[in-house]
């Protein structure tokens, strides 16, 4: 499979973009490893003759993400934890009212459908910050993804258990796309 010229619009109907969050600390045990899913996101990407004359855009709604799953832990994770993550996630780590957009924008595109490499300004809570998405064609799906460490962007991991449970600063941001 390879990528079609063109412009192709993507989101939640063409696939998934996940968060993978650790744990850190003495009382990391406690805690869970999340994969935390945008529901509310659109990205259009316009694929030229050559990688060099491509380009990607990618908005979600801060307050969309969503706890999927949780692993690790003393005890499995409730729908009430999954609700107060998402309560913290919105009103103490990204203060989604205020910082309603994340947004990608590229600045190169180069490599191949099997080996592409796309480096973008990403915006988080309106601090904006470059990173190097990696991606191939695989089964013909785009995947890919990236890892950031939270700090970068000024926001500080969550923690709890008084600071002995923390979410760990390096987050994995991936997708599974059907271009």
């Given at each position: 499979m390879t990528l079609t010229e063109g412009s192709h619009a993507f989101g939640p109907g063409s696939g998934?973009?996940?968060v993978r969050t650790g744990r850190t600390g003495l009382g990391r045990r406690a805690g869970h490893d999340l994969t935390i899913e945008a529901t509310r996101w659109e990205g259009t990407a316009d694929v030229g003759p050559d990688?060099?004359?491509?380009?990607?855009?990618l908005s979600l709604d801060a307050d969309?993400?969503?706890?999927?799953?949780?692993?690790?832990?003393v005890m499995p994770l409730t729908d009430g934890d999954r609700a107060e993550i998402q309560?913290?996630?919105?009103?103490?780590?990204?203060?989604?009212?205020?910082?309603?957009k994340i947004t990608f924008r590229s600045t190169r595109v180069a490599g191949t459908p099997e080996d592409l490499s796309v480096d973008g300004d990403l915006t988080i809570m309106g601090v904006t910050r470059p990173v190097t998405v990696r991606?191939?064609?695989?089964?013909g799906r785009l995947r890919g993804g990236t890892t950031i460490a939270q700090?970068?962007?000024g926001i500080k991991p969550y923690s709890a258990?008084?600071?002995t449970?923390?979410?760990?600063?390096?987050?994995?941001?991936?997708?599974?796309?059907e271009p």
């Open positions: 998934r973009l996940l990688p060099a004359a491509s380009s990607v855009t969309s993400l969503e706890v999927r799953e949780g692993s690790g832990g309560r913290n996630i919105r009103n103490k780590v990204l203060r989604t009212d205020r910082h309603p991606a191939a064609v695989e089964g700090t970068t962007w258990l008084l600071g449970l923390k979410l760990a600063d390096e987050v994995e941001i991936v997708f599974d796309l």
